[in-house]
């Protein structure tokens, strides 16, 4: 339940009259005949500006009731929360874009794990969209909201979100750095070819003809066996 307070305010003939009005409430006023208007003050900025239905130019009659209603929509927020789980060495970022706007969450170097996030400020209600632009090396692993009624693509790395009044999402993207196993060949005797098989998430083979030495790269994380 809502306890935020509003001020409204009644002008016209010899009036100008303020007064508090509790959230889903009403406030009765007793008014000569006349024309009057009715303006509303928010308690902060996480509200929408005022709508207002019959409230400019009201005409009072004797005996008469006239009704304005005043209609106040609650802001909420968006967070994005990058997850990072590998190693980064220079200064690459992972971009987003979408109904948030185009942005970065900067890394710097870092070993292991690191996280960063972006906050949206004051969003009126409604359906946006957070796409994250895949970065070389990187698997988009995870994405995780808040929202129950969002969906979510991990493959397109994308969410899309639908905004309550005064609902605060977060939305935290996670990505995991692929990897890479040498494969040495250590031969006592004359030469040959020998094929070796990687076998896991990032499947591969290798025949060796002389080089002793292959790298298996871009591997998705996991456990692998080189038989």
Known sequence: TDTSIFTVTVTGPNTNDARPVSANNSQPYSLLA????VTDTNPGQSWAAPQYTNCTDVVV?????????????????ITVIKNAVGEFLGNESFSFGGDLGSFSL??????????????????????????????????ITDISCTDNNGLVNL??????????????ITCTFTNTERGSITAQNIINGSGGNF???????????YTDNGAFVHLFASLLAGNYSLT
Do not use: R
Request: some cysteine.
């Open 195 to 205: 094929t070796f098989d990687l076998s896991g998430p990032t499947p591969g083979s």
């Open 155 to 168: 493959q397109n790395g994308q969410a899309v979100l639908n905004l309550d009044p005064g609902e605060n």
């Open 34 to 37: 006349g024309t009057y208007s």
């Open 61 to 77: 009659s004797a005996g008469q009731t006239a009704y304005c209603t005043i209609t106040n929509t609650k802001l909420g927020t």
């Open 106 to 139: 900067p890394s710097g170097p870092f070993e292991d794990t690191a996280s960063w996030s972006k906050a949206s400020g004051w969003l009126n209600p409604g359906q946006y969209t957070v796409t994250e632009t895949p970065l070389a090396n990187w698997d």
